[in-house]
């Protein structure tokens, strides 16, 4: 059982924006804490997409958008494409001085 | 460019031990300010922090593992070391080591080692 909530899936045709929710409570993401997002593929580590709430590390592409409000969570794919199918898991802080995952979503492109 | 690998027996059986290290190469562990973190995923499944450890020694563990879990830094050697003790079926998964930066957030990973708990 994921401290964060997500989605277990998500699809979308090619070129459809899509959001894959993230949500948790006053004890992590309520609390103010930095939601960052990783996105992974099969038999590969998580990559980082999102940091720090809505920041693209260098190379991202900003087809990929973050962002927070109360205790929730969400992440932006635009013009999604099929390399996009993949594992996005969020990820934050908790007040009990845990680093806390979601339980993933997969997204599908039709 | 940081880059991270695990190394350890891939294979451990039930009630020992687990003991992996994580080399860090392109930076040294003793700059920055950052943490060095263990995580893991069971096949199919998600992400679970285990713990992190600072240049310093400073430690936090994921309170549902922290009886069994020890991490520690050889900054002479660029490594870090977790050791997972009374392992059962339920610790198989894979090992991910990764450096924490503020967030936190985990930037840079490395490829990952399965351990299977089997007798």
């Known amino acids: 059982q994921s401290v964060l909530t997500q989605p277990p899936s998500v699809s979308g045709a090619p070129g459809q924006r899509i959001t894959i929710s993230c949500t948790g409570s006053t004890s992590n993401i309520g609390a103010g804490y930095d939601v960052c997002w990783y996105q992974q593929f099969p038999g590969t580590a998580p990559k980082l997409l999102i940091y720090a709430d809505n920041n693209r590390p260098s190379g991202v592409p900003d087809r990929f958008s973050g962002s927070k409000s109360g205790s929730s969570a969400s992440l932006a794919i635009t013009g999604l494409q099929s390399d996009d199918e993949a594992d996005y898991y969020c990820?934050?802080?908790?007040?009990?001085?845990?680093?806390?995952f979601g339980g993933g979503t997969k997204v599908t492109v039709l | 460019q940081v880059q991270l690998q695990e190394s350890g027996p891939g294979l451990v059986k039930p009630s020992q031990t687990l003991s992996l290290t994580c080399t860090v190469s392109?930076?040294?562990?003793?700059?920055?300010?950052?943490?060095w973190g263990w995580i893991r995923q069971p096949a199919g499944r998600g992400l679970e922090w285990i713990g992190r450890i600072y240049r310093s020694g400073t430690t936090n563990y994921n309170p549902s593992l922290k009886s069994r879990v020890t991490i520690s830094v050889d900054t002479s050697k660029n490594q870090f070391s977790l050791k997972l003790s009374s392992v059962t079926a339920a610790d198989t998964a894979v090992y991910f080591c990764a450096r924490e930066t503020t967030g936190p957030s985990f930037d840079y990973w490395g490829p990952g080692t399965l351990v299977t708990v089997s007798s």
């Open positions: 990820q934050s802080y908790d007040s009990s001085l845990r680093v806390v």
């Open positions: 392109g930076g040294s562990i003793s700059s920055g300010s950052y943490y």
